[in-house]
């Protein structure tokens, strides 16, 4: 069903601007080819606000106001500090991060989603070239674990001083996630069908599945919850006969990444361990130039989901234009296909887009050296007119 | 000075029996080339003893033992369970690990030491060919951190249910091990000028040093602790002015490790971050069967430290004598190597095991298609007989 979308765009910080102002007409472009009613207002709360101004990033009703809108599209945050500081790059950068993971716990957005999937023309990094048959999304979990950011420091600065941090993990949390998990196996199973194509994940007992869930944990170190995580997924996988299950713990998962990533389908880990596993299954897609990210709350699309590359705000080379703006792109893209589950239109500008992009790193990986944000964007564009 | 050593041997569980049994003749014949006064006794603690016994692993004065001994040179420890089980491999692996953490904490071995290097014949994971020159030493704290195994599960089993585990960092243990990466990273920038080598790393301000130390953290999300260790590798810093400093968050780190890996040379990380990068380097040094490591207390060589390949007990090819030996031939070289800072004549023991077991993956390299536990071990045999 058609229908009309307003999204929130923010820029952020560094680099995320540059790619924001080289997607924009890009998507605008897409939208107008399939006839989608995009609407988007400009939010520029930049973290550079925390050593500048008051501290604050955001201001006070910053939730509120996001919540008006479809969805949230992010150039990138994390500012380095104030220049005056020769360590800014070596030695800060936390402070300014914090609205990332506002967004993400204010909206509930308790799963971040990264696909890893090697676009033809996008950098092979792997020597084997299986490297090419690379096709998994890897579920991290984006609501607690790791990130409750619960610890702190006793006796500071004293040579008995001992810093803490909590993790706390929910069973209700662990179970979304891991449905989730199962479902988009599910999911991914029949779009492969309806593209006449299958894959085969082997299960202990000899019998062979069409998708595949694998769990990461590091149950044999951190037992408490590694334990918590196993026994849902055991528990779930009943419901999900069709899927085979699997387990690594985090370190051989890390390996596998770079040994066989192309035995994986779909990947769910903790917060951390999420963290981890979706920069490397970044690289696994060509680079952080050429990888885009979702936060969202999959149990209810009433929430704006906050779309972004995986990359971050690169303070080295901002304001230079340098910077590859296809992540941001495909980031559109990605988002265009979540508005697509309701609106064909949206779909169909997702292709457009994801089209010209490809087209234009096939071309780029040809031989041509094209460099700069808006060269980069320019290219896509004429792809995009031919379309 | 010559000395005679004594080693205690822990063959442990899986393919752990299998390449100690095919390192033991190796070791012994390099040894007697070098004129090394070398002895061990087998101690055969398997942890099936978990499931067949009374549960315990190691007998109640396992430490008390094995502190006789000058080092310890483990197989692999890990076993999955009671065969009854169908799903031993997928959901069981924590059990039986137990006993390597209890050695590491019992002896305080607070350094994990895992060198990446690829050797000549051994498997090229990435494509780019600096690959190649991959040489970096990764420290890991090996004491606190988030292993710790502090934590609970509350209201287990119900909807309610919430597992927590605590990270608990000491500035004392983060400043022995910063110091300890310092102290390394001088050690190797003067090894390389023996033999007329340089790496320059280059520092914010311009200049370049010849040896650098990247601090590993997740200070972005993990600020308790991440904001210690930055503190302690900055105040730690201005004592080491020859050596260069670096941070990278681990995300970032392991994207790093794949994408351009040749520009680290040693890394210091906490306890799982460095788990997970130690597995990481092994493939960059070609993989678990060609990757050792070490457990140990730098600041004291009368503690016995604890040699092991990176590799488990694989516990899907045990039995079958299918395991490559090579990795902990290597191990047992990297032992040698110990010994080696008081004895020259295990430095030559650990010179012939490496070169032999080279000029075997060489040539294995070359075409043979050798397979087997035992006849790895009788090729690098073949090569050790001609030196
Ligand atoms: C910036 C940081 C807090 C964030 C995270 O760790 O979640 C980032 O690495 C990411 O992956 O989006
Ligand atoms: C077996 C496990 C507890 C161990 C660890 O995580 O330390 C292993 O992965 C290692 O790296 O030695």
Redesign the interface.
């Given at each position: 069903m058609r229908r009309s979308w307003r999204i929130a765009v923010l820029p952020g910080d560094g680099i995320g601007s540059e790619v924001v102002g080289a997607t924009l007409p890009l998507l605008r472009h897409a939208s107008q080819m399939a006839g989608l009613d995009l609407n988007w207002d400009m939010l520029p709360w930049p973290s550079t606000a925390w050593h500048e101004d008051n501290g604050q990033m955001m201001p006070d009703d910053a939730l509120a106001q996001l919540s008006q809108y479809d969805a949230m599209l992010m150039g990138a945050l994390?500012d380095p500090g104030p220049t005056s500081n020769?360590?800014r790059?070596?030695?800060s950068?936390?402070v300014s991060?914090s609205p990332l993971?506002t967004l993400r716990k204010g909206f509930d957005l308790w799963a971040c989603e990264r696909p890893a999937q090697l676009l033809e023309g996008a950098h092979?990094?792997?020597?084997?070239d299986r490297a090419r048959d690379v096709d998994m999304l890897v579920i991290r979990e984006n609501s607690e674990g790791?990130?409750v950011?619960q610890?702190?420091?006793l006796h500071r600065g004293?040579?008995?001083?001992?810093?803490?941090?909590?993790?706390?993990?929910?069973?209700?949390a662990t179970e979304r996630l891991l449905r989730h998990a199962f479902e988009s196996a599910q999911r991914r199973a029949a779009e492969r069908k309806e593209k006449g194509q299958t894959r085969h994940f082997k299960r202990?007992?000899g019998s062979h599945a069409t998708s595949q869930v694998c769990l990461i944990t590091?149950?044999?170190?951190?037992?408490?919850?590694?334990?918590?995580y196993?026994e849902v997924f055991?528990q779930l996988s009943q419901r999900y006969p069709d899927v085979a299950?699997?387990?690594e713990?985090?370190?051989?998962a890390?390996?596998k990444f770079?040994?066989a990533p192309w035995q994986f389908d779909v990947v769910a880990a903790s917060?951390?361990q999420g963290?981890?596993l979706?920069?490397?299954a970044?690289?696994l897609s060509g680079?952080?130039g050429v990888a885009p990210s979702c936060n969202l709350k999959p149990d209810d699309r009433s929430v704006p989901p906050l779309f972004e590359p995986t990359h971050g705000s690169a303070p080295d080379i901002a304001g230079q234009h340098l910077a590859d703006p296809t992540a941001m792109i495909l980031t559109a893209a990605m988002m265009l296909d979540w508005m697509g589950v309701e609106d064909p239109a949206a779909s169909d500008a997702a292709e457009h887009l994801r089209r010209a992009t490809e087209a234009s790193l096939k071309a780029r990986n040809e031989g041509s050296t094209l460099t700069g944000t808006d060269n980069i964007s320019q290219h896509i564009e004429h792809f995009l007119a031919q379309r």
């Open positions: 994390g020769p360590n790059y070596l030695l950068d936390g991060l993971l092979q990094y792997l020597a084997d790791e990130y950011n610890g702190g420091r004293t040579p008995r001083e001992t810093a803490t941090q909590l993790e706390v993990f929910t069973r209700a202990l007992d590091k149950r044999n170190a951190l037992p408490e919850w590694g334990e918590l196993t055991e299950i699997h387990h713990l985090i370190d051989a890390c390996m770079v040994q917060n951390l963290d981890i979706t920069d490397l970044a690289i680079g952080m």
